[in-house]
C-alpha cells in the first residue's frame, strides 16, 4: 500500500463560460504524452487509467464544494437546477469508483510492483471521494500530474454547465426514460465510434473519413442530415450512397441542425429523414440503425412516447471530441480524447464528419490505444444494454 499524503487540490483561475448552443468558452484540453508509459495494453493502460482517477476523483471533490452563487458566475447562466447538479455528480462518483475498481484488478496480484503507487484499495479510493487526499505521484511525473488537473476541472467545468441547465436546456448530460442511452452503460474499456452531420459533398470530408475507417478496419454510426443526404442524392445516385458507406452504419440526425426541444417541425425532421435513409440504402436495411441523435443533444422532455411509436431510440453520447470548435487542434482532440477514455473506460465517442480533425486524431489513437481496449462494430449499437 502506497502512503497517502495531504495534498492541497491545485487552484486555479476561475473561468467564464457561455450559454449557447456553440458550447463552452474554454475547452478542457490535456498533454497525455506528458504520462511516460504506453498504454497500448491493458496493463498499461489500466495503470495510466488508475492514476487519472486519482487525479478526477480529487477535481470531484473540488467541484462539490460550488455555491449556486460560484456556478452562475462561472457559467453565466441566470438560473441553476441544484438537483440535476447533484444527480450528476452522484453518478460521476459512482462511475469514478466502479472504473477504479474495474482498472484495479492486476493490483490484487502478490507479483504486482511494490512502488505502483496507482494500487490503492478500494475502500481507500472510496474514502478519497470524500476528502482531498490522494497517491502521491512519483517526482517523475511532476509535469503529468501538474497537467491533469487543469483538465479535469475544465471538464468538470464543461459537464458542470450542462448539468445545472437541464432539464431546461437538454443536452447528453442526463437522460429523460430508458429508452434513451448516452453509453455510459458500456461493457468495460468497450467504445464505439460515431459521427455527426455528414454527409459531404462528393469526395469532400465524409468520403476521407470513411476511407481512413476502412483503413484501420473500424466502423462507426453515421448520424446523417436529411437535407445533407438529400444534396447528395441529387449530386448522384442510391447506389453511390450506399457503396460509399459500405461497411459502416447509418442513422438519423433530423432533417437540419437545429434544436428538437422546440417548434413544430421537430416530428417531421425526424420522420421525413428516416424515410429517406429507407430509400436510399434500400439494399442494405440493417445498415440502418433505429436511432435518432438529436442536434446539440436537445430534445423534448416528453417526447419519449413519440420514439417509441416510432420504434426508435435516442442516441447520445459520453465522450464529446469537441473536434467541431475552432479552439481546439487536431492534437488537442488526440489527447482530449485519450485522457476521456482513461477515466471514463467505456463509451460513445463523438466526432463530425464534416469536419477533418477526426481524420488526423484517430490513426494516432489506434496507434496509441493499440489492444488495450475493444472498438465495437456500429451494427451491435442499438443493442448496448442500458442501465
Given at each position: 500500500?502506497?502512503?497517502?499524503?495531504?495534498?492541497?487540490?491545485?487552484?486555479?483561475?476561475?473561468?467564464?463560460?457561455?450559454?449557447?448552443?456553440?458550447?463552452?468558452?474554454?475547452?478542457?484540453?490535456?498533454?497525455?504524452?506528458?504520462?511516460?508509459?504506453?498504454?497500448?495494453?491493458?496493463?498499461?493502460?489500466?495503470?495510466?487509467?488508475?492514476?487519472?482517477?486519482?487525479?478526477?476523483?480529487?477535481?470531484?471533490?473540488?467541484?462539490?464544494?460550488?455555491?449556486?452563487?460560484?456556478?452562475?458566475?462561472?457559467?453565466?447562466?441566470?438560473?441553476?437546477?441544484?438537483?440535476?447538479?447533484?444527480?450528476?455528480?452522484?453518478?460521476?462518483?459512482?462511475?469514478?469508483?466502479?472504473?477504479?475498481?474495474?482498472?484495479?484488478?492486476?493490483?490484487?496480484?502478490?507479483?504486482?510492483?511494490?512502488?505502483?503507487?496507482?494500487?490503492?484499495?478500494?475502500?481507500?479510493?472510496?474514502?478519497?471521494?470524500?476528502?482531498?487526499?490522494?497517491?502521491?505521484?512519483?517526482?517523475?511525473?511532476?509535469?503529468?500530474?501538474?497537467?491533469?488537473?487543469?483538465?479535469?476541472?475544465?471538464?468538470?467545468?464543461?459537464?458542470?454547465?450542462?448539468?445545472?441547465?437541464?432539464?431546461?436546456?437538454?443536452?447528453?448530460?442526463?437522460?429523460?426514460?430508458?429508452?434513451?442511452?448516452?453509453?455510459?452503460?458500456?461493457?468495460?474499456?468497450?467504445?464505439?465510434?460515431?459521427?455527426?452531420?455528414?454527409?459531404?459533398r462528393a469526395n469532400g470530408n465524409t468520403d476521407r473519413t470513411l476511407k481512413m475507417l476502412t483503413t484501420y478496419k473500424k466502423s462507426a454510426v453515421f448520424?446523417?442530415?436529411?437535407?445533407?443526404?438529400?444534396?447528395?442524392?441529387?449530386?448522384?445516385?442510391?447506389?453511390?450512397?450506399?457503396?460509399?458507406?459500405?461497411?459502416?452504419?447509418?442513422?438519423?440526425?433530423?432533417?437540419?441542425?437545429?434544436?428538437?426541444?422546440?417548434?413544430?417541425?421537430?416530428?417531421?425532421?425526424?420522420?421525413?429523414?428516416?424515410?429517406?435513409?429507407?430509400?436510399?440504402f434500400t439494399g442494405s436495411a440493417s445498415q440502418i440503425l433505429p436511432l435518432f441523435r438529436p442536434p446539440y443533444g436537445q430534445r423534448k422532455a416528453d417526447?419519449?412516447?413519440?420514439?417509441?411509436?416510432?420504434?426508435?431510440?435516442?442516441?447520445?453520447?459520453?465522450?464529446?471530441?469537441?473536434?467541431?470548435?475552432?479552439?481546439?487542434?487536431?492534437?488537442?482532440?488526440?489527447?482530449?480524447?485519450?485522457?476521456?477514455?482513461?477515466?471514463?473506460?467505456?463509451?460513445?465517442?463523438?466526432?463530425?464528419?464534416?469536419?477533418?480533425?477526426?481524420?488526423?486524431?484517430?490513426?494516432?489513437?489506434?496507434?496509441?490505444?493499440?489492444?488495450?481496449?475493444?472498438?465495437?462494430?456500429?451494427?451491435?449499437?442499438?443493442?448496448?444494454?442500458?442501465?
Amino acid at each position: 500500500m502506497p502512503k497517502l499524503i495531504w495534498l492541497a487540490v491545485i487552484s486555479a483561475s476561475l473561468y467564464t463560460q457561455t450559454l449557447s448552443a456553440s458550447g463552452p468558452a474554454v475547452v478542457a484540453k490535456a498533454e497525455q504524452k506528458l504520462w511516460p508509459e504506453p498504454i497500448n495494453t491493458p496493463a498499461g493502460f489500466d495503470k495510466a487509467s488508475r492514476a487519472s482517477l486519482l487525479i478526477y476523483v480529487a477535481m470531484l471533490k473540488e467541484v462539490q464544494g460550488l455555491s449556486d452563487a460560484q456556478m452562475l458566475e462561472l457559467f453565466k447562466i441566470k438560473s441553476i437546477n441544484r438537483n440535476s447538479v447533484e444527480k450528476w455528480l452522484a453518478k460521476e462518483q459512482a462511475l469514478s469508483l466502479s472504473n477504479f475498481q474495474k482498472a484495479s484488478t492486476q493490483c490484487l496480484y502478490d507479483d504486482r510492483p511494490d512502488d505502483d503507487w496507482t494500487c490503492v484499495q478500494s475502500a481507500t479510493m472510496e474514502q478519497l471521494l470524500g476528502s482531498k487526499e490522494y497517491a502521491k505521484p512519483p517526482k517523475a511525473l511532476l509535469a503529468w500530474s501538474e497537467n491533469l488537473p487543469g483538465f479535469t476541472r475544465s471538464y468538470l467545468y464543461e459537464q458542470l454547465r450542462l448539468a445545472a441547465l437541464f432539464p431546461k436546456v437538454s443536452s447528453e448530460i442526463d437522460r429523460f426514460n430508458d429508452a434513451e442511452w448516452n453509453g455510459d452503460a458500456l461493457a468495460d474499456r468497450q467504445f464505439y465510434l460515431s459521427f455527426d452531420d455528414g454527409p459531404t459533398r462528393a469526395n469532400g470530408n465524409t468520403d476521407r473519413t470513411l476511407k481512413m475507417l476502412t483503413t484501420y478496419k473500424k466502423s462507426a454510426v453515421f448520424f446523417l442530415l436529411g437535407e445533407n443526404l438529400d444534396a447528395q442524392l441529387k449530386a448522384t445516385n442510391s447506389e453511390s450512397l450506399a457503396a460509399l458507406y459500405a461497411n459502416q452504419c447509418v442513422a438519423s440526425h433530423g432533417w437540419q441542425h437545429v434544436s428538437h426541444a422546440n417548434g413544430e417541425q421537430w416530428q417531421s425532421s425526424i420522420t421525413r429523414t428516416h424515410s429517406l435513409l429507407n430509400s436510399v440504402f434500400t439494399g442494405s436495411a440493417s445498415q440502418i440503425l433505429p436511432l435518432f441523435r438529436p442536434p446539440y443533444g436537445q430534445r423534448k422532455a416528453d417526447s419519449g412516447a413519440f420514439f417509441k411509436a416510432q420504434s426508435l431510440q435516442v442516441a447520445l453520447w459520453n465522450l464529446d471530441s469537441q473536434d467541431w470548435n475552432a479552439q481546439v487542434s487536431a492534437n488537442d482532440v488526440l489527447n482530449r480524447m485519450l485522457t476521456l477514455m482513461l477515466i471514463k473506460r467505456h463509451g460513445v465517442l463523438l466526432f463530425h464528419d464534416i469536419h477533418p480533425k477526426a481524420n488526423v486524431a484517430l490513426p494516432s489513437l489506434f496507434e496509441a490505444l493499440g489492444s488495450s481496449v475493444k472498438w465495437g462494430a456500429c451494427g451491435d449499437l442499438e443493442q448496448q444494454e442500458q442501465r
